[in-house]
Structures are given as C-alpha cells and as structure tokens.
C-alpha cells in the first residue's frame, strides 16, 4: 500500500482502487527473480575462474630471479616428448605500471628444461617474472603450466 500511495502523491492520474496486492506481489517476485538472478550470474563467474584440472600434478614451473640474473626452471616426473620454457621479466615503473625489459626461452626433450638471461636489477626497484612452460607427453597429452616470482 505504501507504493501505491506514493503514486498517488506523485500525481498519477489513477486513483488508489487500481494499487491491488496482486499487482504488489508481481513487483515483489519480479525483484526476487532479478536479485537471483544476480546472484547466479555471480556464482557461475566465481566458478569459471577456478584453476583448470591439470593433466599431470607434478609437473612444475618456477622462477627465480636474483641480483645478475633470473631463470626458469621447468620439471615432471612423467615421459615427455618436449618441454618448452618462457620467462618474462617485468619492472615496476614510476607510476606503479609494470613494463617488460627482458625475457628468455628453450627447450628440451628430457624431463627437465630450463631458461635464463643476465640482467643487473636496480636497488630500489620491484620485478615481476611471469613463467610459463609446455610440457608435450609422450601420450600426446599437452598443458601449459604458469607461475610468477616476484623480487
């Protein structure tokens, strides 16, 4: 009732016997069905950024970065076909951007690749190394595994 009243102060042309309860309860389960689905379009985004399941758990990226130089380290304990390593070494910029200054790459045929580059880091400064090796099993299975290192 307080809707419809405040329809009539608002100088609708209609008069009070048109505001119905049955007309308050469409208004009710519409905003009830708009508020779940909120809450759906929600919860399916919350579960569509979730890791996807990995084909071989111990499979492993991981970097490093140290004073003169940074590296990638890449390993599994399964048959592979080849593994390929990427690093990307990022620096914080004055205005708190990341810029990309170096990066490195190989591969391998064993179980275990790695990938460096020599680079003199600044006293002062943050750096960022984004990981990323592929590993290609000898079933044909394939995955991209990331991981990031920070100093």
Not at 15 to 26: D, E, I, K, R, Y
Not at 39 to 60: D, I, K, M, W
Request: glycine fraction near 6%.
């Amino acid at each position: 009732m307080p809707f419809c009243f405040a329809k009539c102060l608002l100088g609708c042309a209609q008069s009070p016997s048109f505001c119905t309860v049955p007309m308050q309860a469409a208004r009710f389960f519409k905003t009830l069905l708009f508020i779940f689905g909120i809450f759906l379009s929600l919860a399916a985004t919350v579960f569509a950024t979730g890791q996807p399941r990995r084909y071989n758990e111990n499979s492993t990226v991981k970097g490093t970065i140290s004073q003169s130089f940074y590296q990638v380290n890449a390993k599994t304990d399964v048959a592979v076909k080849s593994i390929a390593v990427t690093g990307t070494l990022y620096e914080k910029g004055t205005f708190g951007t990341w810029q990309k200054i170096s990066s490195c790459s190989n591969t391998s045929a064993s179980s275990s690749c790695s990938a460096s580059s020599n680079y003199n880091t600044k006293p002062g400064k943050s750096y960022r190394l984004e990981c990323s090796a592929t590993f290609t099993y000898s079933n044909g299975q394939s995955e991209t595994i990331t991981s990031t290192a920070s100093h």
